[in-house]
């Protein structure tokens, strides 16, 4: 093995806090670095970074890296990789970096994977250390998400991951639990930006955000038509629920759902309590993007569709037979 030691996580931070990616990040983090024996540790670029040290802890890690003195306001790649550079050589010499399969992390991660000229797995939704060699095993769906593939980087000195949202579990949070924080200098200037953020547009969406819902209500082509859709799960099932709205690829290609809302493979990650899926058969590409749900809950008229395989709970039958009852009994319960 090589001199480097630990696990490193690029350490998100949105606002005031660390971005709920980090939470996941530092579950499996704190798995890998258990493993090797070695330590697990964050940095956090941003000027808020320090009021988010103690919550990167009681997630998980050992020590923080505080680095304050950013160069840019917002993320900045090439700087964000300057910096990250300087601190992987200069201090923590880590085995592995992970970072969140975010915006930010698919820009940052194949930079530093270019620095360290090492080897980096994308959008991975598994990773394990092998027990003999330590090296990083990382998993990800290939060939249109139908098969699972596991790479193990050649050259073991640095390995980068990126973490695809909603597949790794956050530690529970504790609050006795002991790390480091370190103030370190990021090292660079102004000089090292190389790209300017003039504006950012955040997506407007009606109810809760999709991806951090704690209950969502996706829909597929078996809805039938954008008014079903509208009337059964928008404003039927999902606002009953107060849950998120999401629908299948093939729902969104028959204009039933806006493409923002598609979950899947080419499509939005989500986790939540409860997924409801409605009329919709369960393609692999589908289960992608909802397989971190908790409780799948299916309802589908095809006693053999696939979704019942990936499913808690399963109604068969027509959803338009199925879905009224179960609303005004929800309706009862919640008002
Ligand atoms: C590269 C690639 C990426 C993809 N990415 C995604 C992705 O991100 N997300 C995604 O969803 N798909 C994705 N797909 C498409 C995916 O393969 C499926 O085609 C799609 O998920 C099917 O959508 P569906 O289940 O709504 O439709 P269908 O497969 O047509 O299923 C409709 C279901 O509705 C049921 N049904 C019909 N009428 C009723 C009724 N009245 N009551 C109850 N049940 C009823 C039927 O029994 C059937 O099971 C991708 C495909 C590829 C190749």
């Known amino acids: 093995m090589s001199d480097n030691k630990g696990v490193l996580i690029y350490g998100e931070v949105d606002g005031e806090n660390m971005s709920s990616v980090v939470t996941e990040l530092l579950g499996i983090g704190r798995k890998l670095a258990d493993a090797r024996k070695e330590r697990l540790s964050v940095v956090l670029i941003d000027k808020n970074a320090n009021a988010c040290a103690g919550d990167a802890i009681t997630f998980g890690a050992d020590r923080v890296y505080v680095i304050e003195d950013v160069p840019a306001d917002k993320y900045e790649g090439a700087s964000h990789a300057a910096i990250m550079e300087k601190l992987c050589s ?67 000195r640095v390995q980068l991951a990126t973490i695809r949202r909603k597949t790794m579990e956050p530690l529970t949070p504790d609050e006795s639990r002991q790390g480091e924080v370190t103030v370190v200098p990021s090292g660079v200037d102004a000089s090292a930006v190389k790209t300017k953020v003039i504006n950012t547009v955040r997506e407007e969406s009606e109810g809760p955000d999709l991806e951090n819902a704690d209950v969502v209500v996706t829909g597929g082509r078996g809805v039938g038509t954008p008014e079903e859709f509208e009337t059964h799960i928008t404003n039927g099932l999902a606002k009953v629920l107060g849950a998120a709205v999401g629908g299948t690829r093939a729902a969104v290609d028959f204009g039933l759902v806006p493409e923002q809302q598609q979950v899947g493979l080419t499509g939005k990650i989500v986790g939540p309590t409860l997924y409801i899926a409605v009329a919709l058969s369960g393609a692999i590409q589908h289960i992608t993007g909802c397989a971190g749900s908790k409780n799948i809950v299916a309802i589908n008229k095809d006693e053999n569709a696939q979704i019942f395989k990936f499913s808690r709970f399963g109604i068969v039958g027509d959803y338009k037979k199925v879905m009224p009852p179960l609303i005004e009994r929800l309706n009862q319960i919640v008002s």
């Open 90 to 156: 200069e201090s923590v010499n880590p085995a592995i970096i992970l970072l969140g399969q975010t915006i930010n992390g698919r820009d940052l991660a194949p930079r530093l994977a270019f620095r360290f000229d090492a080897g980096l797995t994308m959008d991975c939704i598994g990773l394990e250390i092998d027990p003999e060699s330590k090296r990083l095993l990382a998993q990800k769906p290939v060939a249109g998400g139908n098969v699972i593939a596991t790479y193990s980087m050649k050259d073991d």
